[in-house]
């Protein structure tokens, strides 16, 4: 995270100094940035293993991507067509989030989803209680969702 954060730092800073406040300029400080973090990872061990994080980021958005297309074709096809195919109902979804910070990202992006909201987290920080849309087979929404998790810790930690 802290990587991240320096990457963005620099970018703003490659904006303001170029003088150019373009989206593709920003992308290039963005890019230039972090090929500056990325050789300095072996010299600052807050940076170390950032490099890594750009493909794990570029797979999570393709996912999230193709997770978000689906979700909205099968919302959307319930609401067009007269009989209506949902089930909604609550579950509750462990969690192996362990922050405040990392279990608002989880719950955050699972209400992003079309289909599902989150409702609520236990007071012990364990368990995120999800209303969803099409209930129809719990184990398996529970499988996705927690592939959702995986993924968003895999970028955090």
């Given at each position: 995270?802290i990587?991240?954060?320096?990457?963005?730092?620099?970018?703003?800073?490659?904006?303001?100094?170029?003088?150019?406040?373009?989206?593709?300029?920003?992308?290039?400080g963005?890019?230039?940035?972090?090929?500056?973090?990325a050789?300095?990872?072996?010299?600052?061990?807050?940076?170390?293993?950032?490099?890594?994080k750009?493909?794990?980021?570029?797979?999570?958005?393709?996912?999230?991507?193709?997770?978000?297309?689906k979700?909205?074709?099968?919302?959307?096809?319930?609401?067009?067509?007269?009989?209506?195919?949902?089930?909604p109902?609550?579950?509750?979804?462990?969690?192996?989030?362990?922050?405040?910070?990392?279990v608002?990202?989880?719950?955050?992006?699972?209400?992003?989803?079309?289909?599902?909201?989150?409702?609520?987290?236990?007071d012990?920080?364990?368990?995120?209680?999800?209303?969803?849309?099409?209930?129809?087979?719990?184990?398996?929404?529970?499988?996705?969702l927690?592939?959702?998790?995986?993924?968003?810790?895999?970028?955090?930690?």
């Open positions: 995270m990587g991240f954060s320096w990457n963005v730092v620099l970018a703003l800073v490659w904006v303001i100094l170029s003088g150019s406040f373009s989206g593709p300029n920003l992308l290039l963005f890019v230039l940035s972090y090929g500056a973090l050789l300095l990872q072996r010299e600052l061990p807050a940076l170390r293993g950032y490099s890594q750009l493909p794990q980021f570029v797979a999570f958005v393709l996912f999230f991507a193709k997770e978000l297309l979700a909205n074709l099968k919302v959307a096809f319930d609401v067009l067509t007269p009989p209506w195919h949902m089930k109902g609550v579950i509750a979804l462990p969690l192996n989030a362990e922050t405040d910070f990392e608002t990202m989880v719950a955050n992006f699972i209400s992003l989803t079309p289909g599902t909201l989150s409702l609520d987290v236990s012990d920080r364990r368990v995120l209680y999800i209303h969803a849309m099409f209930l129809q087979d719990e184990d398996e929404l529970r499988r996705d927690l592939e959702f998790e995986r993924r968003i810790l895999e970028l955090m930690r």
